[in-house]
């Protein structure tokens, strides 16, 4: 358990810092976040399927927000692999919103 605890340390130095949005492709202006780890699951299910209508379903009801990349986000929790945070979008136009960022997203 003390492993562990330490793995998961450095991820906990993160809650409550103000980060930019970047992307991971290089002509990406911006991300699709999830609201939620269940629709986090949800995405990446429907990614691997390549079932864009799934996918478009999920952005009609609002439960994947497209951000623009550099938009600042507050990190309020870490998911317990440190592989995403939860976060509070700060500016544009789902401001105030919460969604789960991989922290390869944050800069």
Same mark, same amino acid.
């Given at each position: ?5 330490? $793995?998961?340390?450095? $991820?906990?130095?993160?809650?409550? !810092?103000?980060? $930019?949005?970047? *992307? ?16 986090? !699951? ?6 691997? $399927? ?19 990349? *550099? ?32 922290? !390869?997203?944050?800069?």
């Amino acid at each position: 358990m003390a492993a562990t605890e330490r $793995a998961t340390k450095p $991820a906990s130095d993160l809650v409550g !810092k103000v980060f $930019a949005l970047r *992307s991971d492709s290089a002509a990406g202006k911006f991300v699709s976040l999830p609201i939620d780890q269940t629709t986090q !699951k949800e995405q990446q299910k429907l990614e691997a $399927a390549n079932d864009d209508l799934g996918l478009s379903l999920l952005f009609a009801d609002g439960k994947v927000l497209m951000v623009q990349t *550099s938009t600042q986000v507050k990190v309020l929790d870490e998911q317990s692999d440190g592989s995403s945070c939860e976060v509070r979008i700060l500016a544009g136009e789902h401001t105030a919103k919460t969604a789960i960022v991989p922290r !390869k997203y944050l800069i």
